[in-house]
Nanobody, 115 residues
């Protein structure tokens, strides 16, 4: 059984940094795309960043230049380095891993940015 385990969320002041990690346990197989989503209170879940198996990266406009997504294929792990955090970044962050057969989600980790 595959599980995605997230870590690294927390409370930080505006301008600070956090690094999220998400590791897949179990036999997940080939992971085409790894991604981070976030969901703020009362809002829909939105895509924040993606990284393909070939290394192509894309970001949501509001995080460009501040967030960096990376992946370690040997460890089936995806990271999100978040710098210059703003109160608007406050949300529950979810990792996602897409394989040819299934879409997996983490349980979510809370990120709170105080002003």
């Amino acid at each position: 059984q595959v599980q995605l385990v997230e870590s690294g969320g927390g409370l930080v002041q505006a301008g600070g940094s956090l690094r999220l990690s998400c590791a897949a346990s179990g036999r997940i197989g080939l992971i085409n795309v790894m991604a981070w989503y976030r969901q703020a209170p009362g809002k829909q879940r939105v895509l924040v960043a993606t990284i393909t198996s070939g290394g192509s990266i894309d970001y949501e406009d509001s995080v460009k230049g501040r967030f960096t997504i990376s992946r370690d294929n040997a460890k089936n792990t995806v990271y999100l380095q978040m710098n210059s955090l703003k109160p608007d970044d406050t949300a529950v962050y979810y990792c996602n891993m897409e394989t040819p057969w299934h879409d997996y989600w983490g349980q979510g980790t809370q990120v709170t940015v105080s002003s």
